[in-house]
């Protein structure tokens, strides 16, 4: 297949980039470098079966020849993000959504959106499935992220129902690993940046909510099952194991070995407001249509995920 990937040089982007042209297809990654980094797809310039385009989907997009399959993946993903960037996250869940799904309804493509667990927003379901509507602060701080992605995944049915594409919706959860950002304020990064730095672990509040981190290698997997099927409702891809975020910082200190403290914080700005009390994904729709679950243990992906902070913090 020949494929466009939305934030091709981001965290899922870049991974899925790997694993699509492993697996013989030709890749074009398309980023406007905002939060994405071209480290992330330096080692794949010269192979002869990818193309970068440095481009904002929020404009017009073109690109020539055949496509079978448009991936969008662009977002400002990490809550400090898209606080910093309110209107670019609504413009991009938006504006980039629908240009990305015309240019899939013109060549025909199959298109497939990476939206998110927020669109449960502080879920009254638990564990949140597939059918459950949300609790979503609309006027909220996190209101720009989560009102993006419902209103994309809307765009995306009406694309489905009246112009007939053949569309997939990806509800991704929490997930970590290996060109994260260690800047990007979301709970990994910081945890495992501030144990290898031996800087205390900033838990928020009293470290009583809960959230399940999934491996990136497992979330690629369930990816490319969900674009092969033939499923066009919504599927929630994340690892079911749910834990406080106190229980989380414990374990990174335990993986990293790390001598830090762990310290109480509560944030003065709006990254804690609208904070989802719980997270945990009912994966049974994935297990049942795409026969896919988390394999990689969470103790396992943060050995992977703070060697590559390692040698990232060792080279600045
Ligand atoms: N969090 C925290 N300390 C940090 C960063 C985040 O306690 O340094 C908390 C945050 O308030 C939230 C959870 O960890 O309850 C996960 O936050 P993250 O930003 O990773 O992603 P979210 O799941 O909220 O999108």
């Known amino acids: 297949m020949r494929i466009l990937i939305t934030g091709g040089a981001g965290f899922i982007g870049s991974h899925l980039c790997d694993r699509l042209l492993g697996d013989g297809h ?21 192979h002869e079966r990818f193309h970068f385009v440095k481009l ?3 404009n017009y997009i073109y690109v020539e020849g055949k496509l079978d399959a448009v991936l969008h993946l662009a977002s400002l993903p990490s809550p400090v993000d898209y606080l910093n960037y309110p209107i670019q996250t609504l413009k991009v869940g938006a504006l980039g959504t629908h240009k990305t799904l015309g240019l899939a309804l013109a060549k025909k493509a199959r298109y497939l959106l990476a939206s998110t667990s927020e669109v449960y927003g502080d879920p009254q379901v638990h564990p949140q499935t597939e059918e459950y509507w949300g609790n979503v602060n609309p006027v909220g701080p996190r209101g720009v992220y989560d009102e993006s992605k419902r209103f994309a995944e809307a765009l995306v049915m009406a694309y489905h129902r009246y112009h007939g594409v053949d569309t997939r919706i990806a509800r991704i959860f929490n997930t970590y690993g290996p060109r994260m950002r260690a800047d990007d304020g979301r709970v990994v990064p910081n945890f495992i940046c501030q144990a290898l730095r031996g800087d205390p672990l900033t838990v928020y509040d009293d470290g009583s909510r809960t959230r399940s981190f999934c491996y990136i290698s497992d979330l690629v997997e369930g990816l490319i099952r969900l674009l092969l099927s033939d499923e066009t409702h919504p599927v929630n891809l994340g690892n079911p194991q749910e834990m406080t975020i106190l229980a989380f910082a414990h374990e990174v200190l335990k993986v990293t070995a790390s001598q830090s403290e762990i310290t109480f914080i509560q944030p003065t700005d709006a990254r804690t407001q609208d904070d989802p009390h719980v997270r945990c ?6 297990r049942q249509v795409l026969n896919w679950e988390p394999a990689v243990s969470l103790d396992e992906g943060l050995r992977r995920t703070a060697d590559f902070f390692r040698h990232r913090l060792e080279r600045t």
Do not use: C, W, Y
């Open 26 to 46: 030709e890749v074009i990654a398309m980023d406007n470098l905002s939060t994405g980094n071209i480290d992330n797809i330096a080692h794949l310039a010269g």
């Open 56 to 58: 904002d989907v929020t």
């Open 281 to 286: 994904p009912d994966i049974t729709r994935a």
